[in-house]
């Protein structure tokens, strides 16, 4: 029979027990009480634990992702521009190559701006008197023939564009040797004109400076006939060209300069 | 009804019983995996102490003791140094708030709030006596810092719960 004692002893044993083994807990050594721990934490802690360490992992994936999607854009950004260099780079070298065996000087120069006169078809490039250019010098890019000087200023430079009606300019097949007058005749493009219907000359033929009119040196690309068509009772053959030149894609062009020697 | 063949005393044990391990993975998953993640000027709410606290005057003082050991006994695994400090602190709180139940029959969530973070200060100073070295360096930067900030968002999510919970009782009777 239990007594009152006992009764009381009972109804406070758990509270008891939870004392005790809290004291031991805190009065044992540092090697128990990380033993204790170590069962805690791979028995009832692991789940979160293991929970905590992957949301973790995914906030750092995300920010790792950020940083990731930040240097995609800067380095694309900068292919970019490393691309643009190497184009620019391959076309400055091509057009170094044809101006060392010449014997004129290459003066480049970039266009910075349109036509300043509402009738001519022109650009200004950014070199002028300072820079030894002077009015009718030809100018060429990578690909050919594309004007000649028509005014100077003291940094700044007007260059006629093929296109301009009135910019003629002479050449010779390079095939078989015919001369001719390339001229920017409106809808129709780039025409050869002057090249009498008993010539020959065919569709692919290369048309190259002809040297003559003192302007442009002998051998600079200008186009490549596209159409040839003679007429009955027309003493010319009427012919189109291809330009070598893409007029509308221009950046850099070269200003020759004759040589001392 | 859990154990729903058993006697109703011995049912309402198992059903607290049952409650108090809910809470104890309540308790663990609020501390390890989202505690750090709502800190608020420095502060976070104890939900160890908000929890034994309802069971405490909710359910008396058998849920409470075993709640406060194994609770505290499991958040010390976390900082083995101090194993056995929040087992002892819950277990006596626990018992002796859950044997006031009766007598105290305490509805109020503010009051209740206020009980949790009295409840809340005076575990911090058992610890800073338990633990004398291990004490914050200056005692007005953690009073300021930590202490305060700490109670405040404990006052405020144990009035939240507690709010709940009454509101939660009134619509089911």
Known sequence: ?261 | MLGGGLHPIANQRVSAAALVLILIVVTLAYQINLRERIEAFGGTPDLNIILLVFLSLSYGRGAALSFGFLGGLFLDALAPHFLGATALLGSVTGYLLGSLKAKLLIENPWVRAGISVAIFCLWEVCLILLYPSSSPGSFGNYLGGQLFPCAVYTYLAALLFFWIFQKRGEASS
Not at chain 1, 7 to 12: A, D, M, Y
Not at chain 1, 91 to 101: A, C, E, I, M, Y
Not at chain 1, 198 to 213: C, F, H, L, N, Y
């Open chain 1, 1 to 261: 029979m239990w007594s009152f004692s006992d009764r009381r002893l009972g109804r406070h044993l758990h509270f008891y027990v939870a004392i005790v083994l809290s004291l031991a807990l805190l009065a044992s050594g540092h090697r128990q009480k990380n033993l204790l721990a170590q069962i805690c934490h791979s028995t009832v802690l692991f789940p979160f634990l293991y929970l905590n360490e992957t949301i973790a992992e995914w906030s750092n994936l995300s920010e790792e992702n950020r940083e990731l999607s930040s240097l995609v854009a800067r380095l694309l950004l900068e292919n970019s521009s490393l691309k643009e260099a190497e184009l620019e780079n391959y076309r400055l070298r091509k057009l170094l190559n044809f101006v060392r065996t010449t014997r004129f000087r290459g003066v480049p120069a970039k266009i910075v701006g349109g036509s300043p006169h509402l009738n001519l078809k022109a650009v200004l490039v950014s070199v002028g008197r300072r820079d030894g250019i002077r009015r009718n010098m030809p100018v060429i890019s990578s690909d050919g023939v594309v004007g000649k000087v028509f005014e100077v200023l003291e940094n700044t430079a007007v260059v006629v564009l093929l296109t301009d009606p009135n910019c003629p300019l002479a050449v010779i097949d390079q095939k078989t040797r015919v001369l001719g007058i390339v001229r920017w005749r409106g809808h129709q493009g780039m025409v050869l004109d002057n090249v009498p219907y008993q010539e020959s000359v065919s569709p692919g033929d290369t048309i190259i400076s002809s040297g003559m009119g003192g302007v442009f040196p002998v051998g600079l690309n200008v186009g490549i006939i596209t159409k040839v068509r003679s007429e009955k009772g027309e003493i010319f053959k009427k012919i189109e060209l291809e330009p070598a030149v893409n007029f509308n894609c221009l950046e850099e062009v070269y200003i020759l300069s004759p040589t001392k020697e």
